[in-house]
């Protein structure tokens, strides 16, 4: 069974500085990789999401994330960060050969950014 | 256009009562997912409605149960209620069962067993 780390689960940053959110998953079957943010009292907000192709793939609000096959790493980074990022971000795996939408999660990261 | 639309927003109930949520998917998408959140378990797979079939299935016990009408939308149910039953539940919807198109979610009903 799919399992994803997420090695932090909480990262504090000054504002305007880079960051990096680690998830490294379990299988090296082929896969479908996500990140979500979830802020205080809602639902979760897709950032991105890998599929196939080019292993860097860029998502809303200025994240990005690199999908590394060998490491089995899907690292969500952002050049500089704003006060309005800090929220919770899960890291998801999906398996390309199951059918259906299941998504595994992580345990979270929280980003909390200091001005 | 509308998200994903879950009702009621929050709810308490007494232990051994039952509870279903309800959830309307986005336009157009016929796939229904359902998962719990909760401090010590995170986020757990529940569930996974298409075409009005239960597809996919996590690893929850009976008293949870669910079902699609032919609108696509979604009701969630759970039985005999207990303290740990206390969570974020998230209905998500998708154009299809295909991995690729990725969710989205409802903003989510929190469920108090008391």
């Known amino acids: 069974a799919q399992s994803v780390t997420q090695l932090d689960s909480q990262v504090p940053v000054f504002e305007e500085a880079p960051v990096e959110l680690r998830c490294n998953y379990s299988?090296?079957?082929?896969?479908?990789l996500f990140w979500y943010v979830q802020y205080p009292n809602q639902g979760l907000q897709l950032l991105l999401k890998?599929?196939?192709?080019?292993?860097l793939v860029k998502g809303i609000n200025g994240f990005e994330a690199e999908f590394n096959k060998s490491q089995t790493s899907f690292h969500l980074r952002k050049p500089s960060v704003h006060i309005s990022d800090t929220a919770e971000y899960f890291c998801?795996?999906?398996?390309?050969?199951?059918?259906?939408?299941?998504?595994?999660f992580g345990a979270g990261t929280i980003l909390r950014v200091k001005s | 256009k509308a998200g994903v639309t879950q009702t009621p927003r929050y709810l308490i109930k007494t232990r051994g009562q039952q509870v279903t949520l309800s959830c309307s998917p986005i336009?157009?998408?016929?796939?229904v997912s359902w998962y719990q959140q909760t401090p010590g378990q995170g986020l757990q797979f529940l569930f996974e409605?298409?075409?009005?079939?239960?597809?996919n299935k996590g690893n929850f016990p009976g008293r949870f149960s669910g079902r699609q009408f032919s609108n696509s939308r979604s009701e969630m149910n759970v039985s005999t209620l207990e303290l740990g039953d206390s969570a974020l539940y998230l209905c998500?919807?998708?154009?299809?069962?295909?991995?690729?198109?990725?969710?989205?979610f409802g903003s989510g009903t929190r469920l108090t067993v008391v």
């Open positions: 336009s157009g998408h016929r796939s």
């Open positions: 998500a919807s998708s154009l299809g069962p295909e991995g690729n198109y990725g969710y989205t």
């Open positions: 299988s090296s079957v082929s896969v479908y």
């Open positions: 409605y298409f075409s009005e079939t239960q597809r």
């Open positions: 890998y599929l196939s192709g080019s292993t």
């Open positions: 998801a795996v999906s398996d390309v050969e199951e059918y259906g939408n299941k998504l595994v």
